[in-house]
Nanobody
């Protein structure tokens, strides 16, 4: 089994910064992709940023220039540095990883709340 554990969420004022972390653990053979999604109340879950190992990085238009995703492949860890936060960034942030154990599958973390006050 594979577990993803997020940390780093919290309450911050508009214009502030937060850094989210996500660690993947378990019977991992390799990880090909890690990313962050978010879901605000009453809205669908949406992509925030994704990093494909050996490939590219993609961001939602709404966070370009403010958020930065990075990964530590050796530690199966992903980070999301969030700067210039806005109230509309308030959501539960979920980590996602494409992992190979004995087969490929997508895994999700439990989510971490980010609240940006105006």
């Amino acid at each position: 089994q594979v577990q993803l554990v997020e940390s780093g969420g919290g309450l911050v004022q508009a214009g502030g910064s937060l850094r989210l972390s996500c660690v993947a653990s378990g019977s991992i053979f390799t990880v090909s992709r890690m990313g962050w999604y978010r879901q605000a109340p009453g809205k669908q879950r949406e992509l925030v940023a994704v990093s494909t190992y050996g490939g590219g990085i993609n961001y939602a238009d709404s966070v370009k220039g403010r958020f930065t995703i990075s990964t530590d492949n050796a530690k199966n860890t992903a980070y999301l540095q969030m700067n210039s936060l806005k109230p509309e960034d308030t959501a539960v942030y979920y980590c996602n990883a494409r992992v190979r154990t004995t087969f490929w599958a997508d895994y999700w973390g439990q989510g971490t709340q980010v609240t940006v006050s105006s």
